[in-house]
């Protein structure tokens, strides 16, 4: 396997990198839910944290039936065992990224994991 | 520990999620470099895979010796033991966003992992 791998992101495309990128310790999607959509089903997760990054637009997150408000520039972590569901607002359309990790699976990080 | 954490980056600030966020199987780094800038020095990982995602801006890695021009919708996986710089183009200030995961730490995800 190669050091690297890039790929490039088309605008309002939705991609999958675990595959594309030959991840190993993440999966990674980019997603755009339209205006006034959302991802109703509630779901949690059996060992995996969820991050999501909002890049563009705004909306709702329901978590273990509290009600939070997101908007670009937001990061959420969510645990495993959390229900959860998403709904962007009616104004525009709602771009993010899910980063899905393995709970506790990081043992260092910069400084002591780098070597210079 | 919430189930959920959230925090809202400000624009142009570099901010280090792990603590902000509470995670534990991953750190995320957000983060600016002013055009012509760069992370001169050439570093690897003990254990860690980076994932690199170009919000804005463009520049190029070396990656083990090998020039990879990148620019923003990119996203480049690094495995640990690759040898690697970056440098910001002379155009604009580069925006990325820096993921550590620990290598082959992931185990299931998305359907294999989600409980509906």
Redesign the interface.
Known sequence: ???????????GARV???D??????????INTLPAGASVP?????????E?Y?ILDGEGT?E??GET?A??A???????P??KRRFFASYKAALKY?C????????????MT????
Do not use: C, P
Not at 1 to 11: A, L
Not at 73 to 79: H, L, N, S
Not at 113 to 116: R, T
């Open positions: 396997m190669n050091n690297f791998q890039k790929v490039s992101v088309e605008e999958e990198l675990h594309l990128l030959a991840l190993t310790g993440a999966e990674i999607s089903f509630v779901h949690s997760h059996r060992q995996n944290e991050i990054a997150a978590i273990d939070v997101f908007k520039g937001d990061w959420i972590r969510i645990a065992s959390a990224v980063i899905q990790v393995k709970v506790n699976s990081l043992e260092n990080y910069t994991d780098a070597v210079v």
